[in-house]
């Protein structure tokens, strides 16, 4: 009786993956896609990223665009918060608090934003769906990219990029969006109505996505991102990679009549972890600047071992320690590098959390004249300055009091006299303090001034100063 094969036998002869190309940065990659949880986590997180970038300009928030960086007017909304030049510590810590994490997700699991996270992932995933959908699955596209041009050919492969074209115009169009106006953007384009700025931002976004995750995919993961050679600075040992155990693997070697073979290992040898990989990286040759840490070889790798009835995870996430001492033990945040990294992200993070909730419409900055200090009048009252510079950061024209605080029988040129300041207005003001002299207890007495809006008092912000004198 014919011995039965099992389905691994028939996927590996049949679909000969043995001869699957490594690369060599000379093609490219045409990586087949299996289902798996890492496919399933990368589904997610395409959603998470893709569909609000591409829906959030159309949301509104007080009648206009909840997310709008309005670069002529130096204004950022973001929901009920506008970001004003002034603000820029906010900008400088947001990037700040991007690359901390970045390094502290690089400490713990290496590159492991590239393999989910980054752009040129995100939009290379989409466009290959797309291929998938055009030229068939990635041998169909290998033996595709092979053949002579023909009707067919020509037919494939003029879909597939009438449809990267349409995918790169709308996140370019979207990208612009976001300064120019979602509405605007669309409309521009299609009336040919950009200007010079907003025509060379268009094609440069457009031909970023277009060459770099239709064409240049993989290759920019692994030959052009900076980030891929300074990663090995942010890790050590512990740090978890998709890694293969080759204490479980080797010898590597092919089913012989559907069993693995006596002697060998759990690895048959079905290159099925190399035809996933989108950088066209062997992961049984060791942790290489290629990888991006997707896990999908480790998708594929379960699948298989399911099939060959092994225990799955012959590759998965683990540190250099743990696969050189080929223990399950690890150390994956108590180690001083991930704790500085989070550390230092939780306290940017509180920082950008509280600045962002009280963050104050209207600023005063306040100078006390030096020279002299203080200056004794005809009337026997001693007189302070302060050089301000006072700023409307509300959506609208308004007046402000200049108050202040602290002083007995004091009085000032802006006493019954608002400063009316434009929306965005800074202004310089010059505030005179008049103290009569036997009010004074000391040389030196503390003084608040406030500037209050008068039609909102709940728009206030307090400087403390000091009201200087000759003392008694
Ligand atoms: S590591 Fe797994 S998927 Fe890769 S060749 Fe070996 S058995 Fe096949
Ligand atoms: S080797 Fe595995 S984890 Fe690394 S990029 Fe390829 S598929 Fe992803």
Redesign the pocket.
């Known amino acids: 009786m014919a011995e039965e094969k099992k389905h691994s036998d028939y996927l590996i002869e049949h679909e000969d993956y043995a001869n699957w190309q490594i690369n060599l940065g000379d093609k490219t990659v045409h990586a087949r896609r299996a289902p798996g949880r890492f496919r399933n986590i990368k589904w997610i997180i395409n959603s998470i990223f893709l569909l609000p970038f591409f829906l959030l300009p159309y949301f509104t928030w007080d009648e206009r665009q909840a997310i709008f960086f309005d670069i002529p007017e130096r204004k950022f909304y973001l929901f009920n918060i506008v970001v004003w030049p002034q603000d820029f510590i906010i900008l400088a810590l947001l990037m700040l608090f991007a690359f901390i994490l970045l390094f502290a997700m690089t400490a713990i699991a290496g590159r492991i934003f590239c393999g989910f996270v980054c752009p040129q992932t995100l939009w290379t995933d989409l466009l290959t769906l797309v291929e998938g959908w055009t030229e068939g699955k990635a041998k169909q596209r290998i033996k595709l990219d092979a053949a002579p041009w023909n009707f067919e050919k020509i037919r494939k492969k003029g879909l597939k990029h009438l449809m990267w074209i349409v995918i790169c115009g709308a996140t370019s169009i979207t990208f612009l969006g976001y300064f120019s106006g979602i509405y605007d953007a669309w409309t521009g384009f299609f009336t040919f109505n950009y200007n010079v700025y907003e025509w060379a931002s268009f094609i440069f976004v457009f031909a970023l996505f277009y060459v770099n995750t239709g064409f240049l995919r993989e290759q920019v993961c692994q030959w052009m991102c900076p980030y891929s050679r300074i990663q090995a600075v942010m890790t050590d040992k512990d740090t978890i990679t998709t890694t293969?155990d080759y204490h479980r693997?080797e010898n590597?070697g092919r089913l012989v009549k559907g069993q693995i073979a006596e002697g060998n290992g759990?690895?048959?040898?079905?290159?099925?972890?190399?035809t996933v990989c989108p950088t066209g990286v062997d992961?049984?040759e060791g942790n290489q600047i290629g990888c991006i840490n997707c896990g999908l070889?480790a998708d594929?790798?379960d699948?298989?071992?399911e099939r060959?009835n092994r225990p799955k995870g012959?590759?998965r996430f683990m540190s250099y320690n743990e696969v050189e001492n080929n223990t399950t033990t690890h150390n994956r945040f108590m180690r001083p590098r991930p704790l500085f990294y989070m550390a230092v992200t939780t306290i940017t993070f509180i920082s950008i959390a509280y600045l962002l909730l009280f963050i104050s419409p209207i600023e005063m900055n306040v100078n006390h004249e030096r020279s002299p200090t203080f200056t004794l009048m005809s009337d026997r009252s001693i007189q302070n300055v302060y050089h301000m510079i006072v700023l409307n950061k509300t959506e609208s024209a308004a007046d402000f009091m200049l108050t202040t605080k602290g002083l007995d029988g004091a009085m000032t040129n802006f006493d019954d006299k608002p400063i009316h300041l434009l929306s965005g207005e800074a202004k310089k003001v010059d505030l005179r303090i008049k103290v009569p002299r036997k009010n004074l207890k000391s040389a030196s007495q503390d003084v608040t001034i406030t500037l209050t809006s008068t039609e909102n008092p709940e728009i206030t912000t307090k400087y403390k100063s000091a009201f200087f004198g000759p003392g008694n």
């Not at 759990?266 to 190399?274: E, G, H, R």
């Open positions: 293969y693997g590597r759990d690895c048959i040898d079905c290159n099925m972890c190399v992961i049984r070889c594929a790798c699948d298989i071992m060959v012959l590759v």
